[in-house]
């Protein structure tokens, strides 16, 4: 289940993310305790300079860190949007308390619902479109990507690759009641082979 | 006369009286803002017992202490508590206790409205924990989600219990920020400028304003949600042309200002205690109130980041992204502010700085998961995970207990007049901070890890069971911590020695008094010039005593503070504060049984109770003023003031426009929601609009037109009472006609409000302008009387003036919703 272990490519890259904001947090961290703590025994001292304080620290600062951690942010989160691509497979992901139903969909054609499981072929882009029948919840799979609410009366739409066959755990992320601890299920994504076999038998 | 004399005098007049009566009568604002305070402490160990439980659930994997329906229960209320029990209240003493002090007043701008909502609070807050007992608390989560909390998935009492009893709460939160906006806009010592104030009470003020504007879309929020559970109009189903996520933009929209309505008076604390304890000023005053404005504009535009994974679209939230990051400047402002301070003095390492200490560790570390959370790629991840459980802590904890608790240490000598004792609260400190530390560092370690939050327990294989088991760990020795404290404050108050008069040598004024403070605070109010007097005149303290300030001579048994111009608090005029009284206790007591039979689905009982609540805040209202005027009086120092009644710009005056701005903003915000549903939500356009038919509409416009211009010649001067009577009646007259038209209107012309959103939504506005005409009605009625009693001359006209404010109003939100409601009918 770790965001840090990711097994495809949008994982990786908010993985990415974070170790760059972890490094540039501890840093940010270590010098402001250090000034903190310096002031407890600086020597000189004397009316404080709002320069340096307030305009320097207190405001050029933080707005350069901000400026370029936000348009890398956003590039991040451009690329992990659903963009066209030639040989996307479309999933629905029914939320419900408390399970997770799963079909493929082709055009108007829905396969038969898998609870529990999600079937996906590996190394191919996959759109999850994610719904609920009741209440809130959320699709989770956090070695594939981030999670996407499933909201009743909405279609959100979440791409997922996963890079090599395996099973990936996923769970419910939004609270849902009574039963939302164990409202989890796995994601197998299969070999080309595996998934020819598994087309032929569902269609 | 002599200082004891002056005293004895003095406390006459301003103490609350003898045994049960009195305590239950007490209006000062001493006494009020010490009861919040101590209720909201033990609010913060129930919330904190509550905390217990969950560590304890969560120790270890497959967990049998509690089950699922129970912890769900725990994990909400814990939440619920800590944030609306707990924080809010606790801010709302503190301002009440200290405001008064610093600022050289005797006490708030309305002493029985504090108690009103005081007592409120303490109803409110009673049912919910009731419930708690019961098995039958909120289980929903602190943000109460639809369609979660909506009858078909919780059909029990579970989630009327939280928005009756969180809205009760919140009546007293609302008096409290007008209060509290008066209070520092008009009550100051005389020569006071607002930019030469104390931070606190510029902190206080903002904050005082955030929550005016930000509480009323949760409670329209929550009115709408109690509605639909009770009557099934169908705000948030998506079936019947609702929509689940407009309640989640009604409670961010209140719930992300409410994160710095907390932090910002804890940082208030912190840029008061820390210049003292650093013996220098504070650096970059100016920039510190820039910051605060700055932080509370922007703290509007970011609720959405508590939505990143709801589908909306990604540029949107790019644009939310930046303004939750930009937040981090105002914030880095006052960070470096505070150092600078410091390198500027010469620092001590007493208590309260040590607590302060805690506060820049554990808060820029919350910060700074803060600024990540806001990067929209890894909120995917990390959001509903123990992770952002974490990082919620750090900020709250750290931008809210750390300073709190340096606020303690700082000011108990203040509140119980003996003198610390160091070394257990030292001890006290190091155990909250590294227990602290433990529990929920370990916490954004196993979020990452993937464990989501509000799971009442995880498998073994998962491999988060050394991190937990730490976490629950760390939080018991923050508990023994907590347990210190309210050690060292217990022995502080029953052992401690006597205090001398200013302990840590600091400039503010609350300071210039006896320890702990006498009920009417200053024998004689003293002139300011800037925000820190005493270290300009450090025997002010005496000096007041002995009578050379304003209004030092006691006279006919009046509880006298002065009012000024609200920019350089020039002198404009003496309040004459009411004096103790069972009214509010009354009055919140009919509020409470409002809100219980809608709690308990007795609905032919509310209305009963509106109207005792109504009769109560008649005689509220009745029981102040005079019937002659007194022309302009002594206030000593050679100053001659009128009172009150006879000035301009009254403390009720501007307590009524405060009140319509934030009624303005519920209306704004339900607006808001009509025009949401009508743009976002599937099922719209609706299968049927309202009656097209202009007439009613029309004939209350024209009526609602002539009752304003009424109540205008009302008011105006000069006037004989009998005009004025005469003006105030036909203006009656014609806001009864036009309820009359909007009850028509409601009974034959909205669609059933069950049959869909929109039905629901029109039916709500045309309540909304119903009830406020019915209001207005009731205000020109009670001018008339008060006409006739004699309470009303040319000099004497705020009661008029007051009247004709709502009249106003009504008019608008009647004109708006007509407009909005008629107008796309008429054009389908
Ligand atoms: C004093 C020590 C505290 C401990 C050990 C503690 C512990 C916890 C834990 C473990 C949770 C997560 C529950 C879950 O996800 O299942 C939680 C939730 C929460 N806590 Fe605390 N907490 C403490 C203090 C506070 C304070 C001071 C505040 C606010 C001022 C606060 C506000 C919240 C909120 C808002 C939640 C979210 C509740 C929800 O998910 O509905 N906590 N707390
Ligand atoms: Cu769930
Ligand atoms: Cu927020």
Redesign the pocket.
């Known amino acids: 289940m770790s965001t840090l272990a990711p097994g495809g490519p949008a994982a990786a890259a908010i993985a990415d993310l974070w170790w760059f904001m972890l490094a540039g947090a501890v840093a940010i961290f270590a010098g402001t305790m250090a000034l903190f703590l310096m002031a407890f025994r600086a020597q000189a001292r004397g009316p404080a300079s709002t320069r340096l304080w307030i305009m320097g620290l207190g405001i050029a600062f933080p707005t350069t860190v901000l400026v370029s951690l936000l348009v890398y942010g956003l590039l991040v989160g451009e690329r992990l949007q659903a963009s066209a691509a030639p040989d996307v497979v479309e999933v629905e992901a029914m939320g419900r308390q408390w399970e997770w139903g799963f079909r493929q969909v082709q055009g108007d054609r829905r396969g038969a619902e898998t609870v529990g499981v999600l079937h996906i072929p590996a190394g191919r882009p996959v759109d999850v479109l994610v719904r609920s029948e009741d209440v809130i919840h959320s699709f989770w799979v956090p070695m594939l990507a981030g999670k996407m609410d499933a909201i009743p009366g909405k279609t959100n739409r979440l791409r997922l690759l996963a890079s090599r066959p395996g099973r990936y755990a996923g769970a419910c992320a939004e609270?849902c009641g009574i039963g939302h601890t164990g409202n989890r299920f796995f994601v197998v994504a299969h070999d080309p082979a595996s998934w020819a076999r598994l087309a032929q038998g569902t269609s | 006369m002599t200082a004891l004399r002056r005293h004895r005098a003095l406390h006459a007049i301003w103490d609350r009286g003898p045994g049960w009566r009195g305590a239950l009568a007490t209006v000062n604002h001493t006494d009020i803002g010490r009861r919040f305070i101590v209720t909201a402490f033990v609010f913060?160990c129930i919330?904190?017992v509550l905390?217990?439980l969950?560590?304890t659930q969560?120790a270890t994997p497959g967990s049998a202490f509690v089950g699922p329906a129970i912890?769900n229960q725990?994990?909400?209320m814990?939440?619920?508590i800590?944030?609306f029990l707990?924080?809010i209240p606790m801010i709302e003493g503190l301002a009440f206790y200290m405001l008064p002090k610093l600022l050289g007043g005797r006490d708030m701008a309305y002493p029985r409205l504090s108690a009103f909502g005081y007592w409120c609070y303490l109803f409110g807050g009673t049912i919910l924990v009731l419930a708690l007992l019961f098995g039958v608390a909120p289980d929903g989560?602190?943000?109460m989600y639809t369609p979660l909390s909506s009858k078909t998935y919780t059909p029990g009492i579970n989630a009327d219990i939280w928005l009756i009893g969180v809205t009760f709460v919140e009546v007293s939160a609302m008096a409290a920020a007008i209060e509290i906006m008066v209070s520092v806009l008009k009550l100051r010592a005389p020569g006071l400028r607002i930019d030469q104030m104390p931070l606190f009470a510029w902190y206080l003020l903002v904050t005082a304003l955030m929550m005016l504007i930000g509480f009323p879309p949760l409670i329209l929020g929550s009115i709408l949600l109690e509605i639909e559970r009770a009557f099934d109009w169908p705000f948030f189903d998506p079936n019947r042309g609702g929509d689940p996520l407009l309640w989640q933009h009604l409670f961010w929209l209140f719930g992300h200002p409410e994160v710095y309505i907390?932090f910002l008076p804890a940082a208030g604390v912190v840029s008061t205690v820390l210049p003292v304890m650093a013996r220098s000023r504070i650096v970059g005053y100016g920039w510190i109130i820039a910051a605060i404005l700055a932080l509370a504009i922007l703290s509007f535009g970011l609720w959405v980041h508590h939505m990143f994974a709801t589908g909306i679209p990604h540029m949107a939230l790019g644009f939310f992204s930046a303004a939750s990051a930009l937040v981090a400047i105002p914030t880095g402002i006052q960070i470096f502010a505070w150092i600078g301070t410091i390198w500027a003095g010469r620092p001590e390492l007493k208590l309260p700085m040590l607590h302060i200490f805690g506060f820049f560790v554990v808060f820029i570390i919350g910060g700074l998961t803060g600024v990540m959370l806001a990067m929209v790629p890894f909120n995917w991840q990390a959001h509903d995970t123990?992770f952002v459980?974490a990082h919620?802590?750090y900020v709250?904890?750290g931008g809210?207990?750390f300073p709190m608790l340096a606020g303690a240490a700082y000011w108990l000598p203040h509140f119980t007049g003996r003198r610390p004792i160091e070394r257990l609260g030292k001890a006290a400190f190091w155990l909250i901070f590294i227990g602290?530390n433990l529990?929920?560092f370990m916490?954004h370690m196993v979020g990452l890890l993937g464990q989501?939050?509000?799971?009442?327990s995880y498998p073994e294989a998962m491999g988060w069971t050394w991190y937990n088991l730490l976490?629950s760990f760390?939080?018991f020795i923050?508990?023994f911590g907590?347990a210190l404290f309210a050690l060292d404050v217990a022995m502080q108050v029953f052992l401690g020695r006597r205090s001398q008069r200013n302990p840590w040598r600091a400039g503010t004024l609350e300071w210039a008094m006896l320890l702990p403070p006498p009920t009417y605070n200053f024998a004689s109010l003293p002139r300011v010039a800037d925000h820190d007097p005493l270290a300009a005149d450090p025997d002010l303290a005496t000096a007041l005593a002995r009578g050379e300030g304003y209004l030092a001579e006691p006279r006919h048994g009046w509880r006298e503070t002065l009012a000024g111009d609200m920019l350089t608090g020039r002198p404009e005029y003496i309040v004459l504060l009411p004096g103790n009284s069972l009214l509010p206790l009354v009055m919140a007591i009919m509020t409470g049984g409002f809100f219980l039979s809608i709690l308990g689905g007795v609905y032919v009982l509310a209305p009963v109770f509106l109207v005792a609540v109504a009769a109560c805040g008649w005689r509220w209202a009745w029981r102040v003023g005079q019937r002659e005027d007194l022309g302009a009086i002594d206030a000593g120092c050679d100053l001659v003031l009128p009172i009150h009644g006879e000035a301009p710009g009254s403390p009720g005056y501007w307590g009524s426009v405060l009140a319509i701005v934030a009624d303005g903003t519920l209306f704004a915000t339900l607006v808001f929601g009509y025009a949401y549903l009508w743009t976002i939500a599937s099922g719209w356009p609706p299968p049927q609009l309202i009656a097209a038919t202009p007439f009613a509409a029309g004939l209350s416009v024209i009526a609602l037109a002539a009752a304003s211009l009424a109540g205008r010649r009302a008011g105006a001067v000069p006037a004989t009472a009998a005009t004025r009577r005469i003006a105030l009646g036909i203006g009656s007259a014609a806001q009864l006609a036009a309820l009359a038209a909007l009850v028509f209107e409601i009974a034959t012309a909205v669609p059933p409000p069950a049959s869909h959103a929109y039905a629901a939504t029109v039916m709500v506005l045309f309540a909304y302008a119903a009830v406020h005409v019915a209001l207005a009605l009731l205000l020109m009625v009670f001018a008339w009387n008060r006409v006739g009693a004699g309470f009303v001359s040319d000099r004497r006209t705020a009661e008029l003036r007051v009247a004709a404010m709502w009249q106003d109003y009504a008019a608008v939100v009647t004109l708006v919703v007509l407009l909005v409601t008629k107008v796309p009918a008429m054009l389908s």
């Open positions: 609270f | 913060f919330g904190g905390a217990m969950i560590r969560l912890y725990i994990f909400t814990h939440g619920s800590m944030m707990f924080a989560g602190w943000f907390i123990a459980t919620l802590h709250l904890v809210f207990i602290f529990t929920f916490m989501p939050r509000r799971v009442y976490a760390g939080s923050m508990a907590f």
